[in-house]
């Protein structure tokens, strides 16, 4: 996880925490209070799970781009290969045609 990510479950540790301990020191029915607390732990369910989702998608998208990538860089390298070959071969033949010429 990136620290942005560490950041973000901090603060949500930190809001989670804040807001129980008010709820349990305001002067509210305890029935009250219980469903203060429901729906707070509701809404913070519902944030981690959007953030999960949300880190799905962008890993998801990560992936594709990076293998997109990788097709790409793989493709170029073989045209430099092939190339290289090519002009390795195109010396060689050169070299031999100067070598019997300079026999003959």
Do not use: C
Not at 63 to 84: F, L, R
């Amino acid at each position: 996880m990136n620290r942005d990510g560490n950041n973000f479950l901090s603060f949500l540790i930190g809001a989670a925490t804040g807001i129980a301990i008010g709820m349990l020191f305001a002067p509210k029915t305890g029935e009250e209070t219980r469903e203060d607390l429901k729906e707070t732990i509701d809404n913070l369910k519902y944030k981690v799970d959007d953030l999960y989702h949300r880190g799905i998608i962008k890993s998801t998208e990560i992936y594709d781009k990076s293998k997109v990538k990788a097709s790409e860089i793989k493709e170029k390298a073989n045209e430099y290969y092939e190339k290289g070959k090519e002009t390795t071969v195109d010396f060689i033949n050169k070299k031999n045609k100067r070598s019997k010429e300079v026999e003959e």
